[in-house]
Structure formats: C-alpha cells, structure tokens
C-alpha cells in the first residue's frame, strides 16, 4: 500500500503563491506518474497538471502559464507551484500518483491523497 500526504494548501490572497507537496511513503519501486486534481463545491474532480517519470508534463488550459508541477524522485514527492492564483483556483486539491511496486512491476496502482484546501481570497 501507498499512503499520500499533501501539505501546503492554505489562504492566499488573489495573485499569490502557494506550493503543494505530496509525498509518497510505502512499498514503492516507482511512480509512473504524479498529478495533482481540484475539486470546488458543486463540480466534478477535474486534472490540474502530471508529470511522467519521463518529464513530459500535461497542464489543464486553466492553469497553463502559472503553475508547475515538479517531482523529487529521490523523495517520492512531488510539488504543485502555483502563481497568480485567482479566486477561481479555490478547490479541495488532490495528489495522485500512478505507481508501480516490487511484487509485480507489470501493473500499476493509483493513489490518492486526502487532499488540500486552498482558498484564494481577498
């Protein structure tokens, strides 16, 4: 099993900054991917950004231009830099992660944080 903690989530005022972490802990060989989701009240879970073991990142048009996404493979962590943040941004935030482990490297397994309020207000 693989546990996701995110941290980082907070209030900000329009145009800050926030940086989310998630770190991955567990019985990991590797994590294909690391993305990060939202969810706002009254809406579908939608993707925000990932990033591949492979580098290749994929934003939602959204968000392109002000956040990036990075990963610490040394750590199992990944980040979600966020800019300019508008009031529009404010959403439970979700880490996930695609991961494959020891016992049967031909499958992986996605995982999912508990997730991190970020309220961007004035």
């Known amino acids: 099993q693989v546990q996701l903690v995110e941290s980082g989530g907070g209030l900000v005022q329009p145009g800050g900054s926030l940086r989310l972490s998630c770190a991955a802990s567990?019985?990991?060989?590797?994590?294909?991917?690391m993305g990060w989701y939202r969810q706002a009240p009254g809406k579908q879970r939608e993707l925000v950004a990932t990033?591949?073991?492979?580098?290749?990142?994929n934003y939602a048009d959204f968000v392109k231009g002000r956040f990036t996404i990075s990963r610490d493979n040394a750590k199992n962590t990944g980040y979600l830099q966020m800019n300019s943040l508008k009031p529009e941004d404010t959403a439970i935030y979700y880490c996930?992660?695609?991961?494959?482990?020891?016992?049967?490297?031909?499958?992986?397994?996605?995982?999912w944080g508990q997730g991190t309020q970020v309220t961007v207000s004035s």
């Open positions: 567990g019985s990991i060989f590797s994590i294909n991917v």
């Open positions: 990033l591949t073991s492979g580098g290749t990142t």
């Open positions: 996930n992660a695609e991961v494959r482990h020891y016992d049967d490297l031909r499958r992986f397994w996605r995982y």
